[in-house]
């Protein structure tokens, strides 16, 4: 366990439920047992703020969280969905030492929110999962990681905000799945204020409550992608945030 930091939900193998860092109240229907299995990973792709929010919870229960290579990332932009900015490191253009500092992360922070700059060599992505595993940590990465242990991504978007032909876009209502590898079952889901008209996290009305046919099938797809043979040995395509997408999230929660 990391030294001189929290203590967030350290117990034995045997103990699962004490095996996770915490999420918000309404992400916890997402993962197993209700929130982030330590030694993890976590994909998200499409979203820079569901990133930010999946690291909130355990900032906000005494985590220390550390974000390498995204340098669009600002303080503000963090603490408005629940990250606690006394307790966030940022490394916004580690170069090619990426892994490096990722795995120096590790060893002091219990979740590091990563973007790498390409798909990770073999050899690189085990050094930082063998940290990961030695640690206890978190990773969770914007973009695409083969084999990553749980997978989430937006299906569905609507902002609200705007009047007829004029105004501001003031929240964004989001539908988010998540699959997790080895899983031959339906990608759990959840309804998000992303942000909500506070700027925060909170859970949202499903409205039609069902997943429409062309989200259906992209969630069988990928929960079968996440089952075969270790996600076909990473050959997945790769689903990389784009900059501009995150930056364009974080200008519309700015205001």
Known sequence: ?????????????????????????????????????????????????????????????????GVVGL????????????????????????????????????????LVLLRPPARPAGHVQRHVEAMLRRTGGVLVVAGDWPGAQARLWVATQQWAGMGMGHGRLMSRRVHVLAARRGAATRPAEQWLWLPGPDGGVAAADPGVGVLTAAELTAAELTAAELTAA?????????????????????AVRAG
């Open 71 to 110: 340098p669009e990332l600002g303080v503000r932009a963090a603490a408005g969905v629940g990250v606690e900015p006394g307790r966030l490191l940022l490394v916004g253009e580690p170069g090619r030492r990426w892994p490096q500092v990722t795995a120096a992360l590790l060893d002091g922070c219990e």
């Open 1 to 65: 366990m990391h030294q001189g930091i929290s203590q967030v939900g350290v117990a034995s193998a045997s103990q699962p439920r004490d095996r996770v860092l915490p999420v918000l109240p309404a992400l916890r229907d997402l993962f197993p047992y209700g929130g982030l299995q330590r030694g993890s990973v976590v994909a998200v792709s499409g979203s820079g703020l569901l990133s930010l929010a999946i690291a909130a919870g355990a900032s906000a229960a005494g985590a220390w969280c």
């Open 230 to 250: 270790e996600l076909a040995a990473g050959r997945l395509p790769a689903a990389e945030l784009p900059a501009a997408e995150l930056a364009g999230e974080l």
